[in-house]
């Protein structure tokens, strides 16, 4: 019985490393280990040998502690690594998953054995990665981030006998431009059409409540609750599997109700999710060209709207940690009791965000804005609260100037409180505009 290290000559010259295994119970088998040298070349020889050994002593430890265990890996050491890849890539779904295992594919040939896998290996596979024209070595580690994900992951199930993962270094990153959208062309987009209502009421909401893509396509009704006349999210991050209870600003609230009022078009038979998006590659072309037609000089992504989010909130005075705690970053070493008690800063800074002026002339598209009345089932968008505007924000000064216009008019508010004017009823805010644009 025992774990011996085994030599075996190939054709080319080199000597391959088989680790052999027998139990008078359970039998012997024989799995290898990936690992090959040229002994003419003796240090390069010795220092892969010496890996082998490596190898052959854990699973020697591993004997001793466990045969049976030892044996058990005998029918999975043989299995396609490509095809537990997949499982993993098809369940978690991400595009840089599925994009990942493409190139996985085409390095391997479309199957490698679990007994295959090793630091070489996975080497090599970096020089493909790198090598591929076109893909830029942050889209490269990536890459190599989910490779050495399901190698880990391998390991926990059985399948690989090591964890070599932390052999092979990542690839460094490359500085990246982070598109943020100024407030002005945040107000140039809300006022653009976009092909579809829905994608472009998702990228504002994120871009007034920081949510990342993956977590906006998973976000249900159910989750958005109000507490003391506080709108919140409750939900846990798909990235990062925290459970996050975020405050919603005046503005989010507003699309909100605004998607309500596009569920019948997009979701007829009813759908628990509040945003109903087309897939990431149909996406992608919608922004792009909305983007376009905005006058935008480069090529509008999601992702651009979570850090127009936390452009917005850092400009609008929010400390750092609270805008951190509004991303769901975990980044910074803080307690529980520091995330509780600054709960109330977060609803007081997210209500700062500034809120993008009504368009009252018929666009061409739903113009997203807080004078937008959506009637919607009580239970899921309760009444909302009474949110003044902030002194000093465009829009508190657009109220007094129309309150004064009414007063001077003598207008009166009608029970909906709202004033009727030339045919049309106006909020105080309409009401300045409307008067402007006639001057």
């Known amino acids: 019985m025992g774990v011996k290290i085994r030599e075996r000559k190939m054709a080319g010259g080199e000597v391959a490393f088989y680790i052999d295994t027998y139990h008078k119970d359970f039998g012997r088998f024989s799995q290898k280990t990936g690992l090959q040298a040229n002994p003419k070349n003796r240090k390069e020889f010795n220092q892969i040998k010496a890996q082998a050994l490596d190898k052959m002593r854990k699973i020697e430890r591993d004997f001793i502690r466990d045969p049976a265990g030892v044996f058990s890996r005998k029918a999975m050491i043989g299995d396609d690594f490509i095809e537990f890849a997949k499982v993993r890539a098809e369940k978690d779904h991400y595009p840089s998953y599925m994009n990942a295992l493409k190139y996985l594919q085409e390095f391997t040939g479309g199957n490698v054995s679990f007994g295959t896998l090793n630091s070489q290996w996975l080497e090599r596979l970096k020089g493909y990665l790198l090598s591929i024209h076109g893909l830029s070595s942050n889209t490269a580690n990536t890459y190599l981030i989910f490779v050495k994900g399901t190698i880990r992951k391998a390991y926990k199930e059985g399948y690989v006998s090591e964890d070599f993962t932390n052999k092979v270094d990542g690839i460094?990153?490359?500085?990246?431009?982070?598109?943020?959208?100024?407030?002005?062309?945040?107000?140039?987009?809300?006022?653009?059409?976009?092909?579809?209502?829905?994608?472009?009421?998702?990228?504002?909401?994120?871009?007034?409540?920081?949510?990342?893509?993956?977590?906006?396509?998973?976000?249900?009704?159910?989750?958005?609750?109000?507490?003391?006349?506080?709108?919140?999210?409750?939900?846990?991050?798909?990235?990062?599997?925290?459970?996050?209870?975020?405050?919603?600003?005046?503005?989010?609230?507003?699309?909100?109700?605004?998607?309500?009022?596009?569920?019948?078009?997009?979701?007829?038979?009813?759908?628990?999710?509040?945003?109903?998006?087309?897939?990431?590659?149909?996406?992608?072309?919608?922004?792009?060209?909305?983007?376009?037609?905005?006058?935008?000089?480069?090529?509008?992504?999601?992702?651009?709207?979570?850090?127009?989010?936390?452009?917005?909130?850092?400009?609008?005075?929010?400390?750092?940690?609270?805008?951190?705690?509004?991303?769901?970053?975990?980044?910074?070493?803080?307690?529980?009791?520091?995330?509780h008690s600054n709960q109330k800063d977060q609803i007081k800074a997210i209500q700062g965000l500034p809120m993008l002026l009504p368009a009252l002339s018929e666009p061409q598209d739903v113009a997203i804005s807080l004078m937008t009345t959506i009637s919607r089932p009580e239970q899921i968008l309760p009444p909302e609260p009474d949110i003044a505007p902030k002194a000093g924000s465009i829009a508190a000064a657009l109220e007094a100037e129309g309150e004064a216009i009414a007063k001077a008019l003598r207008l009166k508010k009608n029970p909906a409180d709202r004033y009727l004017f030339d045919g049309r009823e106006y909020s105080a805010k309409e009401l300045a505009i409307a008067v402007s644009k006639d001057e």
Request: hydrophobic fraction near 40%; charged fraction near 25%; aromatic fraction near 12%.
């Open 172 to 339: 460094g990153k490359q500085p990246i431009d982070r598109h943020v959208l100024t407030f002005d062309e945040l107000e140039i987009l809300s006022r653009s059409k976009c092909n579809n209502l829905m994608v472009k009421s998702a990228f504002l909401f994120s871009c007034f409540s920081g949510l990342r893509l993956s977590d906006i396509e998973l976000l249900k009704w159910e989750k958005i609750i109000i507490e003391n006349g506080q709108y919140f999210l409750k939900f846990q991050q798909k990235k990062t599997s925290q459970f996050e209870k975020m405050p919603l600003c005046a503005q989010s609230v507003e699309i909100l109700q605004t998607v309500q009022k596009l569920h019948p078009e997009f979701a007829p038979e009813g759908d628990e999710r509040v945003f109903i998006l087309p897939d990431r590659s149909r996406l992608g072309l919608i922004l792009n060209e909305w983007g376009y037609r905005s006058g935008l000089s480069w090529r509008l992504h999601f992702h651009a709207s979570r850090h127009t989010f936390a452009s917005m909130a850092l400009s609008s005075g929010m400390a750092f940690f609270t805008v951190s705690k509004l991303l769901g970053h975990r980044d910074l070493q803080t307690t529980e009791i520091y995330s």
